[in-house]
């Protein structure tokens, strides 16, 4: 299913997580190849362009040369809530818990969806 990735371009010239910029949990992305989730947890992307350009236009804090990729993606489901605790144990353990409203938990951005992989096709922006 087609759907749209932000990713940050670091110094390193590599694409990488938005959120997630250090650490186990930041993730790298090369175009036309798959990336698959860790730990059972899921990659987050957007179901639109419209919603991936909201998020990546109305999010000044977000840091980082930020590019917004057309990719397919593999079993993309609508992800509402993401974990509010953002420190690696926290957020595995959400993602292979309940994953909905509760503790730990905070709205996602609209048009949020959690894929099991992700290749990027295209910059589209």
Do not use: Q
Request: include cysteine; aromatic fraction near 8%.
């Amino acid at each position: 299913m087609k759907i749209y990735k932000v990713v940050r371009r670091r110094r390193d010239g590599k694409l990488a997580s938005v959120i997630m910029k250090r650490g186990r949990l930041c993730v790298t992305y090369e175009p036309d190849e798959e990336t698959h989730s860790l730990n059972g947890m899921k990659l987050l992307a957007f179901d639109t362009e419209i919603t991936a350009k909201r998020f990546y236009e109305g999010n000044s804090w977000l840091e980082g040369d930020l590019e917004i990729w057309e990719a397919k993606a593999a079993n993309p489901t609508d992800c509402p809530f993401l974990s509010s605790d953002w420190r690696r144990k926290a957020v595995e353990k959400w993602w292979t818990t309940s994953r909905g409203a509760g503790n730990h938990s905070m709205l996602a951005p609209p048009g949020t969806v959690a894929c099991d992989s992700i290749t990027l096709i295209k910059r589209v922006s």
